[in-house]
T-cell receptor, first 115, second 115 residues
Framework: AQTVTQSQPEMSVQEAETVTLSCTYDTSESNYYLFWYKQPPSRQMILVIR??????QNATENRFSVNFQKAAKSFSLKISDSQLGDTAMYFCAFMKPQGAQKLVFGQGTRLTINP | EPEVTQTPSHQVTQMGQEVILRCVPISNHLYFYWYRQILGQKVEFLVS????????KSEIFDDQFSVERPDGSNFTLKIRSTKLEDSAMYFC?????????????FGPGTRLLVL
């Protein structure tokens, strides 16, 4: 069974700073997908970024980028030029591309961006 | 932008009572999921549903749980006889197709409290 671990329950940075959220996972699969979802206060989870394991290039979406280290089973999220609207719970998730394609989540990291 | 909606946002019930949690997935989506998050714990997969049948369920999803798509728009989760440990946030999600490239879109959740 796959497991996802986020070791930082909470983080706090100043607006405009760069912040990195950590995620590690455990799997015996060779092909899989990894995700970062963001859940703002009292709002639904929305997808921030996706990485396919067979792609060596790290995914980027505007100010969001990942550092995917397949051998180390590490998948960190970097937020550059952080904004107040980035304040949210961030979940790392794993998915096998076969079957029901359910998401396996980490515990989440609560990120606060301070003005 | 289309969104997944869930009703009610909060529900309080007595132990042993039946509850039905409702979800309206995005209209052209074909794959549906329920997840739950007990306070302070990870978001956990409960069940996936496609083509009017369950495609995968977790160990949590025992005989007390059932899902249904009674019409073309709603997707429901029923708990027949609630237990204290069913208190959690329940999230519905939907996806357009079976491609792993397709994003799972989440609803805002229903917070269930069993007394």
């Amino acid at each position: 069974a796959q497991t996802v671990t986020q070791s930082q329950p909470e983080m706090s940075v100043q607006e405009a700073e760069t912040v990195t959220l950590s995620c590690t996972y455990d799997t015996s699969e060779s092909n899989y997908y990894l995700f970062w979802y963001k859940q703002p206060p009292s709002r639904q989870m929305i997808l921030v970024i996706r990485q396919e394991a067979y792609k060596q290039q790290n995914a980027t979406e505007n100010r969001f980028s990942v550092n995917f280290q397949k051998a180390a089973k590490s998948f960190s999220l970097k937020i550059s030029d952080s904004q107040l609207g980035d304040t949210a719970m961030y979940f790392c998730a794993f998915m096998k591309p076969q079957g029901a394609q359910k998401l396996v989540f980490g515990q989440g990291t609560r990120l606060t961006i301070n003005p | 932008e289309p969104e997944v909606t869930q009703t009610p946002s909060h529900q309080v019930t007595q132990m042993g009572q039946e509850v039905i949690l409702r979800c309206v997935p995005i209209s052209n989506h074909l794959y549906f999921y329920w997840y739950r998050q007990i306070l302070g714990q990870k978001v956990e997969f409960l069940v996936s549903f496609y083509n009017n049948e369950i495609s995968e369920k977790s160990e949590i999803f025992d005989d007390q749980f059932s899902v249904e798509r009674p019409d073309g728009s709603n997707f429901t989760l029923k708990i027949r006889s609630t237990k204290l440990e069913d208190s959690a946030m329940y999230f519905c999600a939907s996806r357009y197709s079976g491609s792993p490239q397709e994003t799972q879109y989440f609803g805002p959740g229903t917070r269930l409290l069993v007394l």
